[in-house]
T-cell receptor, first 115, second 111 residues
Framework: DAGVIQSPRHEVTEMGQEVTLRCKPI?????LFWYRQTMMRGLELLIY????????DSGMPEDRFSAKMPNASFSTLKIQPSEPRDSAVYFC?????????????FGPGTRLTVT | GENVEQHPSTLSVQEGDSAVIKCTYS??????FPWYKQELGKGPQLIID?????GEKKDQRIAVTLNKTAKHFSLHITETQPEDSAVYFC??????????FGTGTRLKVLA
């Protein structure tokens, strides 16, 4: 299995531009998570989906952030408009069906830099 | 809400020595505690986990202990090797998929 796939791996954009991060979870996994990692705040859960439905989006920082999961094999995290403070590494993770103690498999991350 | 504190933030040990990383949590309802290892340029990877009905769990050179009364849990790595150098994160969960992560410990194993 290829694991969780994220694209792009690196993104540099100017303030005010729209940014779209993409994720393909592991086949058969029905939970998908978006995390943000920064030096100041560590690893934060932004939102997670179960069977393509958003379950908890309480970690989404502002209305500028939105996430979708149109099908079981694809999800996007969009930032519009982007700001320098959005610079971080964004991870997507997926987890197989079961209870809340199943392993979360992380992708390699997208390093976002907003100038 | 849940808060997870992790110490130390950095740890250097000589190869072959043991390393211990400690975490405390605030919500007594938390019942699942995974540990993740993050290597440079990669995403975190689960290395061991423990549930609240168990006090200790071992997997080769890695062990985790849990003290529910004191609300703290620790990661123990014995006979450290250079490839153990990484950032380690603890997390706590109330049996849901919402993990609260600690701030991480950068472990450096000196050859």
């Amino acid at each position: 299995d290829a694991g969780v796939i994220q694209s792009p791996r690196h993104e540099v954009t100017e303030m005010g531009q729209e940014v779209t991060l993409r994720c393909k979870p592991i086949s058969g996994h029905d939970y998908l998570f978006w995390y943000r990692q920064t030096m100041m705040r560590g690893l934060e859960l932004l939102i997670y989906f179960n069977n393509n439905v958003p379950i908890d989006d309480s970690g989404m920082p502002e209305d500028r952030f939105s996430a979708k999961m149109p099908n079981a094999s694809f999800s996007t995290l969009k930032i519009q408009p982007s700001e320098p403070r959005d610079s971080a590494v964004y991870f997507c993770a997926s987890s197989p069906p079961g209870g809340g103690s199943n392993e979360q498999y992380f992708g390699p991350g997208t390093r976002l830099t907003v100038t | 809400g849940e808060n997870v504190e992790q110490h130390p933030s950095t740890l250097s040990v000589q190869e072959g020595d043991s390393a211990v990383i400690k975490c405390t949590y605030s919500d007594s309802a938390s019942n699942y505690f995974p540990w993740y290892k993050q290597e440079l340029g990669k995403g975190p990877q689960l290395i061991i986990d423990i549930r609240s009905n168990v006090g200790e769990k071992k997997d080769q050179r890695i062990a985790v202990t849990l003290n529910k009364t004191a609300k703290h849990f620790s990661l123990h790595i014995t006979e450290t090797q250079p490839e153990d150098s990484a950032v380690y994160f603890c997390a706590a969960s109330k049996g849901t998929y919402k993990y609260i992560f600690g701030t991480g410990t950068r472990l450096k194993v000196l050859a």
